[in-house]
C-alpha cells in the first residue's frame, strides 16, 4: 500500500474512533441532561456546560487528522509524495488519538452524574466540571504522543 493511504487511513483513524467516543460520551451525557431539564428548565446551563466536555476527544481527533494531511502534504500544497514509513506512523498517530479519544465514553458516564448532582445543588457544577475532566488527561495524553509521532515520524 502507498504511503498517501496509509497517511488517509492514519487521518480516518483520528477522527472517526474520536468521534465515536465524543458520540457515546455526549449521548451518555445527554441522556441525564435531558431528563434534569425535565425536571426544571432551569437546570439547562448547568448540563449543557456538562454534557459538552466529551466533545473536546472529537476536536483532538480532528487536530490530528489535519496534521497528518498537512504534514505528509496531503492537503496545504505539498506534492502528496509520502513514504510508506510516513504513512505508517500516520496510522499509529491516528490510533494514539482515536483510541485515546475513546476516554469520552468515562467522561460522559461522569458527566451523567454530574448533571444529576448538579440539577440537586448548583453549587456543585465547578466540583463536577473538574470531576468530568479527569477523564480529559488520557485524551490529552493521546494528543501529546500522536502529535510527537507526527513531528518526529513525519515532518
Excluded at 432551569?42 to 496534521?67: C, D, M, R
Aim: negative net charge; hydrophobic residues 55%.
Amino acid at each position: 500500500m502507498d504511503g498517501v493511504s496509509l497517511a488517509m487511513i492514519g487521518a480516518g483513524l483520528a477522527i472517526g474512533v474520536a468521534a465515536v467516543g465524543s458520540g457515546l460520551g455526549i449521548g451518555i451525557a445527554g441522556a441525564a441532561a435531558a431528563g434534569s431539564v425535565a425536571e426544571d428548565k432551569n437546570n439547562f446551563k448547568n448540563s449543557l456546560i456538562l454534557e459538552l466536555l466529551p466533545q473536546t476527544q472529537v476536536i483532538y481527533g480532528l487536530i490530528v487528522a489535519f496534521l497528518i494531511m498537512y504534514f505528509t502534504g496531503i492537503i496545504g500544497g505539498g506534492t502528496a509524495e509520502v513514504s510508506e514509513q510516513a504513512g505508517y506512523v500516520a496510522i499509529g498517530a491516528g490510533l494514539a488519538i482515536g483510541l485515546a479519544g475513546l476516554s469520552a465514553i468515562g467522561q460522559g458516564i461522569t458527566c451523567a452524574g454530574g448533571i444529576g448532582a448538579v440539577a440537586k445543588d448548583n453549587s456543585l457544577l465547578t466540583q463536577n466540571i473538574v470531576f468530568g475532566a479527569m477523564s480529559e488527561i488520557a485524551a490529552v495524553f493521546g494528543l501529546a504522543v500522536a502529535i510527537l509521532m507526527i513531528l518526529f515520524g513525519i515532518a
